[in-house]
């Protein structure tokens, strides 16, 4: 079992940057992979940022690339997704999942834990 919990969410303006971290407990940290997703209303849930288990290699949604930075602290159980130059549109729920196969993927149903979200509004 793995358990997932974001913090950091909160309202910003356009422009504006916020970091989110996502504390992990239970199986090893360095043995699976950790992602991203945002789930904005009425939307489905897609996929944000991913980093391996050894944080080397990442892989981004276009929509977010050059803005948003995934990162991971193997010795803190964490994994962090600093937002810059926020736009209205990156208004989401936004989720810390775990992939126990320890690869880089990006669909949902890939990943096998989930944190509860944490809520980004981006004002314009």
């Known amino acids: 079992q793995v358990q997932l919990v974001e913090s950091g969410g909160g309202l910003v303006q356009a422009g504006g940057s916020l970091k989110l971290s996502c504390a992990a407990s239970?199986?090893?940290?360095?043995?699976?992979?950790t992602a991203w997703f945002r789930q904005a209303p009425g939307k489905e849930r897609e996929f944000v940022a991913a980093i391996s288990p050894s944080g080397i290699n990442t892989d981004y949604a276009e929509s977010v690339k050059g803005r948003f930075t995934i990162s991971r602290d193997n010795a803190k159980n964490t994994v962090a997704l600093q937002l810059n130059s926020l736009k209205p549109e990156d208004t989401a729920v936004y989720y810390c999942a775990a992939n126990l196969w320890g690869s880089i993927r990006s669909g949902a149903g890939e990943y096998d834990y989930w944190g509860q979200g944490t809520q980004v509004t981006v004002s314009s």
């Open positions: 239970g199986r090893p940290f360095r043995s699976y992979a």
